[in-house]
C-alpha cells in the first residue's frame, strides 16, 4: 500500500483541521479555488478585544471516506505573540 496525497478540484470542500496553538482542536470547512488546498493559514482571533494573527502551516491531507481532511500545524514563530494569561489584567 502507497501513501499518497488525496486528489482535489477546484470548487471541491476540504475539512481543516488546527493543532497546537491557541485554535488547537477546531476545525473549519474550506473550499479549494485552484484545485489544491492552501500552504499555510493565517487566522485572525481576538483575545481581549486585541486581534491577533496566528499562522498554520505544514498541512498533512488524508482522505477518510469522501471527505479530504487538512491538518496544519501552529507556528509559533511566524504568529503574532500572545500574551500570557496572567498578564492580561495588570492595572
Not at 4 to 24: C, H, K, L
Not at 40 to 67: C, M, N, R, W
Request: proline share 4%; aromatic share 10%; no cysteine.
Amino acid at each position: 500500500m502507497t501513501d499518497t496525497a488525496p486528489e482535489i478540484t477546484r470548487g471541491d470542500e476540504y475539512v481543516v483541521f488546527y493543532t497546537g496553538g491557541p485554535y488547537d482542536g477546531r476545525s473549519d470547512t474550506r473550499i479549494s479555488t485552484d484545485g489544491t488546498w492552501e500552504t499555510a493559514i493565517t487566522v485572525i482571533a481576538a483575545f481581549d478585544g486585541k486581534e491577533t494573527q496566528l499562522e498554520y502551516i505544514s498541512p498533512v491531507a488524508k482522505h477518510v471516506g469522501e471527505q479530504v481532511q487538512v491538518t496544519y500545524t501552529w507556528d509559533q514563530n511566524e504568529s503574532d505573540p500572545i500574551e500570557a494569561v496572567e498578564e492580561r489584567y495588570d492595572a
